[in-house]
């Protein structure tokens, strides 16, 4: 098969590197990749939502498949575009149509549903710049801290949590009126804040059959202790050792059937990766924090390492529709991973940075994210540059790995969290 990828973060570099195993796959193509995929695939420099230009490619290429890695494209309905596309519409695409991608394109649409459906959430309600009033007034019900969404797409960044009644009805006044995420936050939903541990849940799906895949947690913040900005994610670690057989059979009878039920009911057609945000609060309890539609980053990186299957045969089921003939083995190792990131990020960073040390590294998986060839070296592109990947019979044991494996890394001002794992 020929199989193209769609992305260019240390998630996609994660699917080349998973599917490049695969027998089943010929030709390996990745729009636009990065150094990692480059090194496995052919890296084609078109934009994600080059719908035109992907088409092009596709029959170029004779693509057989299309894995679709980041939101950006699913909400923008580029699984639409290849079913409307006579030309297209034989290649599969691995990635829910646009209007079922709006449960990551929109939260107020994944709250109604979450609510129609009887799946665990936390209260909402959602206002505009018409509304703001309403807005503080939701707000003065609420206990802090007081949790803001921006209903769009804002990069992993539109979330914001604060302490402070006053500084909350600034903050909803600066989404509403000053427009601080863009179009992302012409609607913003309030929720209370529910207060626990988060974990992510990874869900595959044909549209009818379902599948789970090993749970991760993710870090999101740029501090030691879970401080400061919130980030793209800064390392992973899985399997959660929280998440006990009773706790992880509570999230697919409370969560995930209903999720999977809920696409059937409400006709939204899914083949894909359901990305589930969770939380867990007193009791015991599973709680969604959000939808995402397509697979996590950094998480990936620690998921698909510890899937034996062959990605391509998984892929292809989901595809075809027979997924439940499908059964998923799991590597009983855990595995962690550490995003290395650009100094100054998640605000502003200089890129072209030379990074050196990737190929003295043997005991991890380097996945490259924000990194890309120039002149024959491997230098800086974006705020997280590269994930390294370990493996260990604890987690512990991998992530002193994957510090290791950092320590023979360099690039000017690079930096990492050296506490990733430190809340288990």
Known sequence: MNILILGSGGREHTFAWKIAQSPLCKNLYVAPGNSGTAQIATNVNIGVTDFEAIKNLALDKQINMVVVGPEDPLVQGVHDFFLNDSALKH????????????????????????????????????????TVEQGYAFLETLKPPYVLKADGLAAGKGVVILNNLEE?????????????????STKVVIEEFLDGIELSCFVLTDGDNYKILPTAKDYKRIGEGDTGLNTGGMGAVSPVPFATNEFLNKIEERIVKPTIEGFKKDKLPYVGFVFIGLIKVENNDPKVIEYNVRMGDPETEVVFPRMKNDLVEVLQAMANGTLNAID????????????????????????????????????????????????????????????????????QEAIKKSYQSIDKLNFDKMYFRKDIGFDL
């Open 91 to 130: 290649i599969p695409v691995i990635g829910p149509q646009k209007v079922a991608a709006q449960l990551e394109g929109s939260k107020e649409f994944a709250k109604e549903f979450m609510m129609r459906h009887n799946i665990p959430t936390a209260a909402y309600e959602s206002f505009t710049k018409d």
């Open 168 to 184: 909350a009805k600034a903050e909803l006044k600066s989404m509403l009126v000053d427009a601080k995420f863009g179009n992302a």
């Open 328 to 395: 998923i083995e799991i590597d009983e190792r855990a595995a962690t991973t550490i995003m290395v990131v650009s100094g100054g990020y998640p605000e502003a960073y200089e890129k072209g940075k030379e990074i050196t040390g990737i190929d003295t590294i043997e005991d991890s998986i380097p996945f490259h994210a924000g990194a890309q060839l120039k002149d024959g070296k491997v230098v800086t592109s974006g705020g997280r540059v590269i994930s390294i990947t370990s493996y260990g019979e604890t987690y």
